[in-house]
């Protein structure tokens, strides 16, 4: 009996002291046993998780050196972890990719191994992997969520996902991934499609995507869709034209204001940069009273833009010398109604421009206040593409029943705000010497003829000049701008307002972080001949 209570007395301890050790695996510096922790196969490299002892498999991402906009390397032996919020701010996991141990801060890792290591952002770290000898530098960003897309055979034959979406605009992928808030919340809900979006800005080395998941999700506080763009802002140094803009025309109550956040984006392991996600312009939960079924009736809604990079594939037409695209009703050649709604479309939109004349009945064809505030975010703003490029229109039923145009939903406007001064030429014969002030007017000086008193067919412009709108544009003003304004400067903190619109030091806190390793892994200047230059947040 007694060796037998010796015997289990023994156990006890021993039980006791593996309970310890596997409970002090998880502590810095402790070795997590998973050969390849990731949903994809890892290059030789060291990798860093977004979430401390997580299982999770997506949201890995792999060290990387500070590269240039053709992506080549500058200084190979230079490593960066751009850190999303989520990340542990004193230590975090890494997984040794390499078939040979390291030490990464006093903490040995061997090979296809995990350990959790303590480290100071911004500080130089060595690292040897044999022969070869690295320094390593970890960044923290603030940004609202990250977004991790993995899929390492898009096309079926072992290209990656970024080469052959980049390859051709029209390419499109499913994806596994992960959606990561800062709480360290994780979301893998599978990506039913990832292709490219932009005009203009496809062509810039910084791309912007539109994502589709296989179910709705809710990312940082956003209502839940499906479909999202997420916005590279490669031609904004602020990063958040766009979102503030998109916020104020929600704060002064315009229809169908995208929401938005700040994200850093990974794809396959590799940060691309600070983006915006936000919600896309087609019907859903945005744009609730349009749908794709009831074109076929003899009054329907939809959704138009004038898009002058449209192409003989893009279902368009031309309308007094603009070019409009149909954004809804999206239908292909040869499906029914195809030709009767671009005439439908066409022949309200001919109503619509002709009621814009000076002393025109646009309250019969249009919502007044929709399209005045329309005006007043481009004049505000100073927006370059006003009335001329990704301007929307939404033909739904006003709240007596009658189809009208609504002034909305806003988008596009990365070059506003004095961030098109590499025009210089055509501001002078614009005759706008203010571009980067605030003061000054612009809207009705867009497509303008250089001689003569021949008025802009500027669509906008032509909204400014319009009775109704000059009658109603004073209102609106004083009572929703400004106030709008004053809570955006600090000077006048409103409660509801904050809901919609936060003030420029808390867009700052949000997105400075991200903004600096954005700029910092490589998107240091913007080399377009007519954009403002620059190479940090501003």
């Keep these: 009996m007694k060796k037998t209570s010796i015997a289990i007395g023994a156990a006890v301890i021993f039980a006791v002291l593996v309970l310890m050790v596997a409970l002090l695996q998880t502590g810095p510096g402790k070795e997590k046993e998973k050969d390849n922790p990731m949903g994809f196969a890892p290059d030789p490299a060291l990798y860093v998780h ?31 972890f751009f850190l999303p919020s989520s990340a542990g701010k004193s230590t975090v996991d890494v997984h040794n990719a390499y078939n040979k141990k390291i030490t990464l801060n006093g903490v040995q890792i061997g090979p296809h191994q995990t350990k959790s290591v303590p480290y100071e952002a911004e500080v130089s770290y060595p690292v040897a992997v044999g022969w070869n000898h690295y320094t390593l530098i970890l960044m923290n960003s603030n940004a609202e969520a990250a977004i991790y897309v993995n899929n390492p055979d898009a096309d079926g034959n072992g290209m990656d996902l970024m080469s052959y979406l980049s390859e051709n605009k029209s390419n499109k992928a499913s994806a596994t991934g992960a959606i990561v808030t800062p709480d360290g919340r994780i979301d893998n809900t599978p ?14 080395p910084k791309k912007s995507y539109n994502i589709t998941y296989d179910e709705k999700v809710a990312i940082a506080g956003m209502d839940e ?20 803009l998109y916020d104020l025309s929600d704060a002064v109550g315009m229809p169908y204001a995208s929401e938005s956040r700040y994200v850093d984006f990974y794809v396959n392991g590799f940060y691309w940069g600070s983006y915006l996600l936000c919600e896309k312009i087609e019907p ?76 025109g009945n646009l309250a019969e064809t249009a919502d007044v206040e929709s399209v005045a505030k329309l005006y007043l975010i481009n004049e505000l703003g100073k927006n370059w593409d006003t009335g001329a490029a990704s301007t929307f229109f939404t033909y739904r039923q006003d709240e007596n029943g009658k189809y009208k145009f609504y002034g909305s939903p806003v988008w596009d406007y990365d070059n506003s705000m004095g961030n098109a001064t590499g025009v210089k030429d055509d501001l002078t014969s614009m005759g706008v010497e203010d571009y980067e002030e605030y003061t000054g007017w612009w809207c009705q000086l867009k497509g303008k003829p250089d001689s003569g008193d021949k008025p802009s067919d500027n669509i906008i412009a032509r909204i ?37 619109l936060k003030t420029r030091e808390e867009y700052l ?30």
């Design 50 to 80: 977004a979430v401390s002892d997580s299982d999770d498999m997506e949201a890995w991402q792999k060290w990387q050196s500070i590269h240039d906009e053709d992506f080549q390397e500058a200084k190979p032996e230079e490593k960066y």
């Design 191 to 204: 990506i039913k499609k990832i292709k490219g979006r932009g005009n203009t800005s496809w062509g810039k």
């Design 284 to 359: 859903g939960s945005l744009l609730p009273e349009v749908n794709e079924e009831d074109y076929l009736k003899d009054d329907f809604p939809f959704v138009m833009e004038v898009d002058p990079s449209a192409g003989d594939d893009d279902y368009s037409f031309s309308s007094n010398g603009l070019t409009i695209t149909i954004v809804s009703p999206k239908i292909d050649p040869g499906e029914p109604g195809y030709e009767e709604v671009k005439e439908y479309v066409k022949d309200k939109f001919d109503h619509f421009y002709a009621s814009t004349a000076p002393f």
């Design 509 to 538: 806190d949000l997105i400075q972080d991200s903004a600096q390793m954005n700029y910092t892994s490589g998107w240091l200047l913007c080399t377009s001949p007519w954009i403002a230059d620059h190479s940090t947040l501003n």
């Design 225 to 244: 869709n499906k479909t999202f763009s997420i916005l590279a802002n490669y031609q904004d140094d602020s990063l958040s034209r766009n979102r503030i």
């Design 464 to 500: 400014s000049q319009n009775a109704d709108v000059q009658a109603i544009v004073p209102t609106i003003w004083f009572e929703d701008f400004m106030p709008a304004l004053e809570h955006y400067s600090g000077n006048s903190y409103n409660e509801q307002i904050d809901t919609e």
